[in-house]
């Protein structure tokens, strides 16, 4: 499909020329005399890109490019005209023109200026297709009431500039509505910068975040670029705050009311334009009370309080979270998606949950690995999701004694232990193979034989 050309020009000679020599170029052209004709055009067929002379009768080229871009906002425009000047071309850039051609016009130029805006519009449908895909894949699951009032906080204050404070237990999905809020947000285009403050060591915190200057200190071979810079006409996201230092959050509160840090080791005075996000999963009046947490810090960032309910509060969400989850390991293993039965969806929803989301999302990818049929059931759900099933207590231990051969009793064994310690990490497998001392590839390996196994 070639990309459609509309001329606008009330010189019947451009037209017939430039008509001409873009059709021989392979484009789609079609032509107008004056604004309205045009607007018209656009309306039935919108061009891919539009050639549009200023000084015309009627309504000018510059009105005609303002209702263009009013209606049409990603349709192309080149400025063509026999009088420019400077006000002109910076009036029409501001109007959102992609370039300025001054007559008598140079084939050349113009066939340059055509590509480079076509180019232009496909990088943004790129961006626009990469951008609702990023919003998609981070879209909060689930339609309680509860995360139908938190979807509507998100829509009020993400179109703000306003700092936000997002609460909520472990494994809530804290995160994901800091994402929604920065992809909501004026500061969509921009980056958005996410630091576990409780994962960064307190010695390097400072480093981490306002970055540092070659020599700085003993391995500082070369300049580090903070989050604070990377995030900079972005977004800041702030996660576990309230396990920082009472020394790093002092630097960070006279960041944040200044707008203005310094690297560590250097001189250069630095100003940054960030939104503020921040997340905790713990009671921060209380941690103020204790002397462990800033008070002037927490009344900074708490602007918009957000609280993110846990799972067991929107329990009716668990058959809703499990197809999406399902639909997910189906992807990353490659395999046909598995069903859950009505039965053991009803189970997980009489479960706490204390790890929320999170927990289930691992039990549903630890069921999908074990279990060798399409259809997931209530026999297949493990201790405490089943509470009929036998827990691998002693009695299981002491049953391995009446097995004959050894090789028997170390897969029994080896297939209670592995439960165990999948139950005690919330059925996340990548903390069950550290915990145990193994790589995750091989704890994934064996949980699948071992249900293969004993099928």
């Known amino acids: 499909m070639y990309p459609t050309i509309l001329v606008v020009d009330d010189e019947p000679s451009i037209l017939q020329s430039l008509q001409g020599i873009l059709a021989d170029e392979g484009f789609e052209v079609t032509t107008a005399s004056n604004g309205y004709e045009a607007l018209q055009q656009i309306e039935a067929d919108a061009p891919d890109l539009v050639l549009l002379d200023i000084w015309m009768p009627g309504i000018d080229g510059l009105e005609t490019l303002k209702e263009i871009k009013k209606n049409h906002p990603y349709i192309q425009a080149i400025m063509i005209t026999g009088h420019g000047t400077i006000e002109t071309a910076v009036q029409a850039t501001k109007l959102g ?48 009431g509860p995360i139908q009032a938190l979807k509507a906080a998100i829509a009020r204050v993400a179109p703000s500039d306003s700092w936000v404070l997002i609460k909520g237990e472990n494994g809530t999905g804290k995160e994901l509505v800091a994402r929604n809020i920065h992809h909501m947000s004026q500061r969509a285009t921009q980056p958005l910068i996410a630091v576990n403050c409780a994962a960064i060591p307190e010695e390097l915190i400072e480093s981490e975040l306002f970055g540092h200057e070659k020599g700085a200190f003993t391995g500082a071979n070369s300049k580090k670029i903070g989050k604070f810079q990377l995030a900079d006409k972005g977004t800041l996201f702030l996660d576990e705050i309230a396990d920082m230092s009472l020394k790093t959050q002092a630097k960070i509160l006279r960041v944040l009311q200044e707008k203005q840090f310094q690297r560590v080791g250097g001189s250069r005075t630095l100003n940054v334009d960030v939104r503020v996000i921040a997340a905790t999963n713990k009671n921060l009046e209380e941690e103020i009370r204790h002397g462990t947490f800033r008070e002037d810090l927490y009344y900074r960032l708490n602007v918009v309080p957000i609280e993110v309910p846990c799972l067991r509060d929107r329990a009716e969400d668990i058959s809703t ?54 259809h997931i059931g209530v026999k297949d759900l493990p201790k405490p999701y089943n509470p009929g099933t036998v827990s691998p207590g002693s009695e299981k231990i002491e049953s391995l004694f009446n097995i004959q051969e050894l090789k028997a009793a170390k897969q029994q064994f080896e297939q209670h232990f592995i439960q165990r310690k999948l139950v005690e990490n919330e059925n996340n497998i990548t903390h069950t193979a550290k915990s145990i001392g193994v790589e995750r590839s091989y704890l994934h390996r064996r949980i699948k034989k071992l249900s293969e196994e004993n099928d």
């Open 97 to 144: 023109a992609f370039d300025f051609i001054e007559k008598p016009l140079s084939i050349e130029k113009v066939i340059v200026a055509i590509n480079n805006a076509l180019n232009f519009r496909r990088l943004e449908e790129e961006n626009r297709y990469l951008r609702k895909k990023t919003i998609d894949k981070h879209a909060i699951t689930g339609n309680s």
């Open 321 to 374: 979270l499990v197809d999406v989850f399902l639909a997910e390991a189906a992807q990353q293993s490659r395999e046909p998606k598995k069903s859950m039965s009505v039965e053991a969806v009803d189970l997980l929803k009489q479960y706490s949950w204390p790890g929320n989301v999170r927990e289930l999302k691992n039990l549903i990818e630890r069921l999908v690995i074990m279990s060798t049929d399409q």
